[in-house]
């Protein structure tokens, strides 16, 4: 089992920049594919990117290709989200995710965080 821990949300501007960062610990932590899903109030919860454990593969929502990119540095166990651009349509609980396979949906499989709050103003 992995235990995820994410960090780094806050308040910001429309068109501003964000990056959320998730640390993973536990056995075989990061031989993991990890990635971000979103759930924005009163919506279900969304896949927003996904990287594949050894990072040589990623995978994008059209809502933010372009504008986010996932990066992840194992020796450190911890994976990436960095925000640019960002829209007041953007704002949601952020919540990483791991799974032993890549994944672009939700999945029984998949380990959880606790979620970190994006708030993005006009």
């Known amino acids: 089992q992995v235990q995820l821990v994410e960090s780094g949300g806050g308040l910001v501007q429309a068109g501003g920049s964000l990056r959320l960062s998730c640390a993973a610990s536990?056995?075989?932590?990061?031989?993991?594919?990890m990635g971000w899903f979103r759930q924005a109030p009163g919506k279900e919860r969304e896949f927003v990117a996904s990287i594949t454990y050894s990072g040589s593969s990623t995978y994008y929502a059209d809502s933010v290709k372009g504008r986010f990119t996932i990066s992840r540095d194992n020796a450190k166990n911890t994976m990436y989200l960095q925000m640019n651009s960002l829209k007041p349509e953007d704002t949601a609980v952020y919540y990483c995710?791991?799974?032993?396979?890549?994944?672009?949906?939700?999945?029984?499989?998949?380990?959880w965080g606790q979620g970190t709050q994006v708030t993005v103003s006009s």
């Open positions: 536990g056995r075989a932590s990061n031989s993991y594919a």
């Open positions: 995710a791991a799974s032993r396979t890549p994944f672009t949906l939700m999945n029984l499989g998949l380990s």
